[in-house]
């Protein structure tokens, strides 16, 4: 798994630059993130991909519906494949992908930067860590959607705020049997936080207390560049616990990202 300071430096990367300037250098936000801004969140198998006779930069997809968290079951689904640019992204038929879409000029599509994935990555067993790793990090976002679809929590995040906690890091050595916590959190229009309350507690209560009281004192919340909030909001945060992760201690870890 990716050392937490580097995913850190990669998500404000993604945060603060511009689309142009990453080019296809794309770095996925917060999966729940990712959920808000896309019309369409499903796992799907893609049966069979062939060219938009229209528009050269598209393919068509004919998918089958695996799992639903998101928008309206579909048959159909366009890829933004480019195949002329660098940004080239083309899924195979017979492949499985939990596909994130949204609607761009008029078309909903998933493309290089939706921050879709492929589920069947195979390392041919060269790789034990990799799969290893890739198998727990799919694990976790899959909880998520299914957390998220469940609970019919559409707009996670509706102001688009970007929560930073330092005084996670200090939460160190716990043991826990689930993946994460979820707390709704109020916000004042000057980003001061009004009220913390729990949606869903960690397995280990005492890590649940010490999780939400740092809530209380420690969190606090950003404007993306050039935006302001009119109004109070309410964010939903997610809290994941890693086992054995800190990169210098290897005990166990809480984090805001999803790693």
């Given amino acids: 798994m990716k050392n937490l300071s580097f995913n850190l430096i990669l998500f404000m990367v993604s945060l603060f630059s511009t689309t142009d300037a990453l080019a296809c250098f794309c770095v996925s936000p917060l999966i729940t993130d990712n959920f808000q801004r896309s019309q369409f969140v499903a796992q799907v198998k893609i049966l069979k991909v062939t060219p938009d006779s229209n528009n050269t930069d598209y393919h068509d997809a004919q998918i089958e519906v695996l799992t639903l968290y998101k928008g309206e079951r579909l048959k159909k689904i366009k890829i933004l494949s480019k195949l002329n640019s660098s940004c080239a992204f083309l899924p195979s038929a017979n492949s499985t992908w939990i596909v994130f879409a949204s609607v761009w000029q008029g078309i909903l599509n998933f493309d290089y930067c939706s921050g879709s994935y492929k589920l069947d990555v195979d390392f041919n067993g060269q790789y034990p860590n990799a799969t290893k790793n ?113 990169p210098k201690t290897r005990e166990s870890m809480v984090s805001l990202f999803d790693i």
Wanted: charged share 20%.
């Fill in 134 to 246: 890739l198998s727990k990090s799919t694990m976790l976002k899959l909880q998520v959607l299914e957390y998220l679809s469940h609970h019919r929590i559409w707009d996670p995040n509706p102001s688009g705020l970007y929560a930073i906690n330092a005084g996670l890091k200090t939460i160190k050595g716990f043991k826990n049997k689930d993946s994460f916590a979820v707390f709704q959190v109020d916000v004042n229009t000057d980003l001061s936080v009004n009220g913390v309350s729990i949606l869903k507690k960690f397995q280990n209560n005492e890590l649940t207390k010490i999780v939400f009281n740092n809530f209380k004192t420690d969190l606090k919340f950003v404007n993306p560049p050039h935006h302001t909030i009119p109004n109070p909001t309410r964010v939903i945060v997610f809290c994941y616990f890693y086992e054995n992760q800190d």
